[in-house]
């Protein structure tokens, strides 16, 4: 029967299908020392040397010709490849992700050894970002910021421009499990090493104690810079330090389903029904949620429609494992698909909506790259799992 209907499924494609035509019609030639940008005001690609945050767009290209072998598709996704292929080798938070839909996708594709390539070398640049101390990825004590993100002009946190003041530059947070692993989990079929450090980190979270009891999640947790020992959570997306953001609820199940996809190990699918549950007990009435799930001020405040899309990446992922969780997660999951197409989802396949939380003042829904990045392969995956189960890698 599958986990959503296929009608909405394909609906959902044929709006991914007009924005990846709207791409390869307004493709951006990159210079040296640029890449691809998403347009955070309208989810237009366009070339730029200060983000790399285009990937998605890639990625979508690999999948829209895995689905037709339209040669087309192809080319302007090899393109993009080539151009992320510099970031594969700089100490930046997206060299995996970027080096996992630009160049893994197309190497598991056509089988293209400088397409492989590029994708252990990211693995090799996102592995240097353990800790052994602690037995999770975050930023290295002592690494000046222009070594972890040279373009982005990151102050505190490797990843957050509006990181609080007094949070030390050593810490780790939920977004490391949430998507910064596929390059890992599929490297390590060629270097072990990367595979046991992504599930080295998912067990220290859960020993560290970033899932609470009551299945949420924490944001970010900090280190001592002289000693390593850890010192407190924090975070500066969510209301507060005891709630729970929801895109780091949502990069939690992320996290935990793909490492449930990469190993089969039943601790990591329990981590994620406890998240879950805890997603699904905390949801508003349409099911997309607000920027945090227990702000008071709700409905007065921001929704975020990306946690909405990667909660429903999710839940496909593990059904895809096994498949006898489906009656749990069917009508959430038909649910939350059909409300993103009828609200949130324009014909031309942008999400709109996103929220990036309380580190913006004022608060405010935009369009994000993350909802955009991970609706094509939900969408993907439902329509033809066979075929993503080949593409993944792991």
Same mark, same amino acid.
């Given at each position: ?67 037709? /072998? ?18 594969? /080798? ?30 252990? +070398? ?33 102050? #505190? ?15 780790? #947070? ?59 959570? #924090? ?6 330090? /005891? ?30 029904? +406890? ?6 007990? #905390? ?112």
């Amino acid at each position: 029967m599958g986990l959503v209907d296929r009608t909405l499924l394909e609906r959902a494609w044929g709006r991914l299908v007009s924005r990846g035509r709207s791409i390869m019609r307004e493709w951006p030639d990159a210079k040296p020392g640029e890449y691809l940008i998403f347009n955070q005001n309208n989810g237009a690609v366009f070339a730029g040397n200060f983000s790399f945050d285009g990937y998605g767009a890639v990625g979508l290209l690999w999948l829209l010709y895995a689905a037709t /072998d339209d040669l087309q598709y192809r080319e302007y996704a090899r393109r993009g490849a080539r151009i992320f292929s510099p970031l594969a /080798d700089v100490r930046s938070s997206h060299c995996g992700i970027a080096g996992y839909r630009a160049a893994v996708w197309g190497y598991r594709l056509t089988e293209a050894e400088e397409l492989k390539q590029i994708g252990l +070398r990211a693995a090799a640049t996102m592995s240097r970002f353990f800790d052994p101390q602690n037995e999770v990825f975050g930023r290295h004590p002592g690494a000046p910021a222009e070594a972890v993100f040279p373009a982005g002009g990151v102050k #505190h946190r490797f990843h957050s421009v509006h990181a609080p003041a007094n949070t030390p530059a050593r810490a780790t #947070h939920i977004d490391w499990s949430g998507f910064w692993f596929e390059v890992l989990w599929w490297a390590g079929h060629f270097e072990p090493r990367f595979s046991d450090q992504a599930r080295r980190h998912c067990d220290a979270f859960l020993r560290l104690g970033f899932q609470r009891p009551d299945g949420s999640s924490h944001h970010g947790l900090s280190f001592d810079e002289e000693t390593g020992a850890p010192l407190e959570f #924090h975070s500066n997306q969510a209301y507060s330090t /005891d709630t729970a953001w929801s895109r780091g609820q949502a990069w939690m199940l992320m996290g935990y389903a793909q490492a449930f996809e990469a190993t089969g190990e039943r601790r990591f699918l329990d981590t994620y029904l +406890r998240c879950a549950d805890y997603w699904i007990a #905390h949801l508003p009435d349409d099911l997309i949620p607000f920027y945090d799930m227990s702000d008071p001020a709700a409905p007065q405040v921001p929704r975020d429609s990306c946690s909405a899309v990667i909660a429903l990446n999710s839940m496909l992922r593990v059904c895809r494992v096994d498949p006898s969780l489906e009656p749990r997660f069917r009508e959430v999951a038909d649910a939350t698909l059909r409300e993103l197409l009828d609200f949130y989802v324009t014909p031309g396949g942008i999400v709109l909506h996103g929220s990036w939380g309380a580190d913006h003042v004022p608060m405010f829904q935009g369009v994000l790259m993350f909802g955009n990045t991970y609706l094509a392969d939900a969408v993907f995956m439902g329509l033809w799992p066979d075929r993503f189960d080949q593409i993944r890698g792991f």
